[in-house]
């Protein structure tokens, strides 16, 4: 019914950038928060960043300055802009939203597949 697709991972050097995207699809009512969370080989999976649909954001305190989050309401899309990578931000990164669709009106979190990012030092 619902479907998360992540985009943007990938391989980049120790202080470069990159962008991920995550769109939502299927029989959606509304989305409430929008979010990425991350998970290391042997870590639990952690928050990264979320964003409510009023726009109101939340990080976690080792992207702060340097990782930023937003929504696209109209196309039911959340953006990461990680700037500054370090070697500690390698992980796989999964989006998640929690939404109600048109035939179940209690919120529910959904997940994408995750796309894996990896910071070479």
């Known amino acids: 019914q619902v479907q998360l697709v992540e985009s943007g991972g990938g391989l980049v050097q120790a202080g470069g950038s990159l962008r991920l995207s995550c769109a939502a699809s299927?029989?959606?009512?509304?989305?409430?928060?929008m979010g990425w969370y991350r998970q290391a080989p042997g870590k639990q999976r952690e928050l990264v960043a979320s964003?409510?649909?009023?726009?109101?954001?939340n990080y976690t305190d080792s992207v702060k300055g340097r990782f930023t989050i937003s929504r696209d309401n109209a196309k039911n899309t959340v953006y990461l802009q990680m700037n500054s990578l370090k070697p500690e931000d390698t992980a796989v990164y999964y989006c998640?939203?929690?939404?109600?669709?048109?035939?179940?009106?209690?919120?529910?979190?959904?997940w994408g597949r995750g796309t894996q990012v990896t910071v070479s030092s």
């Open positions: 998640n939203a929690r939404l109600t669709t048109l035939t179940n009106w209690t919120p529910y979190d959904y």
């Open positions: 299927g029989r959606i009512f509304s989305i409430n928060a």
């Open positions: 964003i409510t649909s009023g726009g109101s954001t």
